[in-house]
Every structure is written in structure tokens, then in C-alpha cells.
């Protein structure tokens, strides 16, 4: 869902990272399928914010996601924190001079926050840059209401490697995330 329609479905590996998705060849009628479930996601997405929209004015979408920072295996080293913060702000589709209260205030608010005995290390654009379709799409059909922001949250809160999650960082970062909402609120209701 978070890519271009075009490459919205991976039939080679060379779209999956090199990765074999695939025993055999995907019948066309369920790439033409799955396109279609693609093009009513949008759909249903663009009349859901114009509801929102007209209630409010100008809304912000925290399109989370994770980040693996294990990836050469279980016993090797983790990816260098320099180039992986445990959360990584991504905006490049966005008018960033036009939403940098918004963007600001967030990191500030994630920043001020400790998980796990330790401050959070947020950054922009460092491990992705928010080049996503849900975003992208956001800032194409709402650029002057619509701030939808890319969260990629380093996989600090799991194994990624079992799968096994550790509860109590899952839980800071929920509450962390929850209560980005009034601070959101705020922001949004300062604007002109």
C-alpha cells in the first residue's frame, strides 16, 4: 500500500530487495486485483481527510512504520547508530518550511522522552527520507492542510531477528505516541 501504483506489487526480486516473494509466476488477474484493493485504499484515504479537512482545517497523519538495524544477522553488530536513531522523522515530501512547527514540536516532544533507561535519539531524513506513497499521496491532495509525517521507528522495542517483542518498550513508545496528540492539537491550533 505504501508504494506507487506501478510498483505497488512485487513480481520480481529485484522490487523485493532480491528477495524470491514467489514460488511462480503471479497470475495477472491478481496483480489486476490487487491493484484495484491499492486504488480503492486511495480512494476511501482522499474522501476520509476531505471529511476531516472540513471539520478541521488542517489535520496531521503519523504514518508509522520500523526499521530493521540488525540486518547482517543475529550475532553481527547493529547498524551504526549514527545512521540509525531509534526514530528517524522523515519528510522529504512534505513543504517542510510550511509545517516546521509541526515537525519541530514532534521531534522535540519524541526527544524529551526516555526509553529504557536512555534518551531518544529522533532525527530527520538520516535512515529514510518519508518517500512513501501515503505521505507523498497526503502532500500531493492536501499541501496547504494535510502534514503527514513518515515515523520510522527503530526495531529497539523486538528481537527482529526471533520476533519476540519486549513489552515494556513497547509500552513507552505507545505512551510516548499517544500523548504526541495534544502537543499535535496545539501546534495545529496556533497556525494560521
Known amino acids: 500500500m505504501n508504494r506507487p501504483r506501478d510498483a505497488a506489487v512485487y513480481v520480481r526480486p529485484e522490487q523485493a530487495w532480491g ?3 514467489w ?3 503471479v497470475p495477472p488477474e491478481c496483480v489486476e486485483a490487487s491493484l484495484a484493493i491499492h486504488d480503492d485504499y486511495y480512494k476511501a484515504l482522499r474522501a476520509f481527510l476531505k471529511s476531516i479537512e472540513r471539520r478541521h482545517r488542517q489535520f496531521v497523519v503519523l504514518d508509522v512504520h520500523s526499521y530493521n538495524h540488525r ?7 547493529p547498524t551504526d ?3 540509525a536513531p531509534d526514530i ?4 522529504s515530501s512534505m513543504d517542510r518550511e510550511r509545517w516546521s512547527d509541526v515537525i519541530d514540536g514532534l521531534m522535540e516532544h519524541f526527544s524529551s522522552y526516555e526509553i529504557a533507561g536512555r534518551a531518544v535519539d529522533v532525527r530527520e531524513n538520516v535512515a529514510f527520507q518519508g518517500k512513501g506513497e ?7 491532495f492536501f499541501p496547504q492542510t494535510g502534514c503527514a509525517v513518515a515515523v520510522e521507528f527503530k526495531k529497539i522495542f523486538m528481537d527482529e531477528w526471533t520476533g519476540e517483542p519486549d513489552i515494556d518498550v513497547l509500552n513507552q513508545l505507545r505512551s510516548m505516541v499517544s500523548s504526541a496528540q495534544p502537543v499535535l492539537e496545539r ?3 496556533c497556525r494560521p
Request: net charge positive; glycine share 6%.
Open 134 to 140: 501515503q505521505t507523498r499521496f497526503i502532500h500531493e
Open 187 to 189: 501546534l495545529l491550533a
Open 88 to 91: 528517524n522523522i522523515g519528510t
Open 71 to 77: 540486518r547482517r544477522g543475529p550475532d553481527a553488530p
Open 81 to 83: 547508530p549514527v545512521q
Open 23 to 25: 514460488s511462480t509466476p
Open 19 to 21: 528477495l524470491k516473494v
